[in-house]
């Protein structure tokens, strides 16, 4: 059924630590994704596997837009483009400040990575630009009726939020019926993100696991 079989999710430890791999080739990731688990930051030589317990999700249906972030959609301040600079949308992603972590998991291993799964059409970005400078966007993977968002920046008010009001809207459209937000932040929880069980998030995922999944790049879509 799959190439790499991980550990039984119910394994991760209280921080949702699962499994370590030397590696991020192509087949581990989309196997790792498919199972419920996902690579978060390298040490030494080994990539980290988390599954945690919650896990938070938004089903697109419950997206929140505020009536400022509509007011800013609407005022067309912004153009959105998706997949035209995908490896910049991560190196930017890479580069953010985040508070009480040192430095990013996002390292040239991840951006190698998933970058050439951008090149097979499973690695997306949705991005954000204002008079024609990119502003802001956000990546991650689409596998079966799953988006496993990864990461998102922004260099000006609303961008990253412009972007997944878009991303939200895509999979509306498509038939991609849950985000996967991996860990639960006051900032997803405001866009309508809520924490799950992860036996629950488990069950969502094989029903996706046997859908189709939106192969190449989405420009057009």
């Not at 596997?49 to 938070?56: H, T």
């Not at 600079?85 to 430095?103: D, K, L, M, P, S």
Request: hydrophobic share 40%; charged share 20%; with cysteine.
């Amino acid at each position: 059924m799959f190439a790499y079989q991980f550990p039984e999710p119910e394994k991760a430890d209280e921080e949702g630590f699962l499994a370590a791999s030397k590696d991020l080739n192509l087949q581990l990731l989309i196997d790792g994704y498919m199972q419920g688990a996902f690579p978060w930051f390298k040490r030494g030589r080994f990539f980290y596997w988390f599954s945690p317990d919650p896990r938070m999700v938004l089903f697109p249906n419950e997206f929140r837009c505020s009536k400022s972030l509509r007011r800013t959609i609407k005022s067309g301040k912004y153009e959105v483009r998706i997949d035209t600079c995908f490896q910049q949308v991560i190196t930017q992603c890479a580069e953010v400040f985040r508070i009480f972590q040192n430095g990013s998991w996002i390292t040239k291993d991840y951006i190698e990575a998933y970058t050439e799964m951008h090149g097979i059409g499973l690695a997306h970005s949705f991005e954000t630009f204002f008079e024609g400078q990119l502003v802001g966007g956000l990546y991650g993977l689409s596998l079966g009726a799953a988006f496993f968002g990864e990461s998102m920046f922004h260099t000006m008010s609303d961008a990253s939020k412009v972007a997944f009001a878009h991303l939200v809207d895509f999979c509306k459209r498509n038939g991609i019926d849950i985000i996967d937000a991996q860990q639960e932040t006051p900032h997803l929880a405001s866009l309508g993100a809520k924490p799950i069980p992860r036996s629950d998030f488990l069950q969502l995922l094989k029903i996706s696991n046997e859908k189709g999944t939106l192969f190449s790049k989405w420009t057009n879509l």
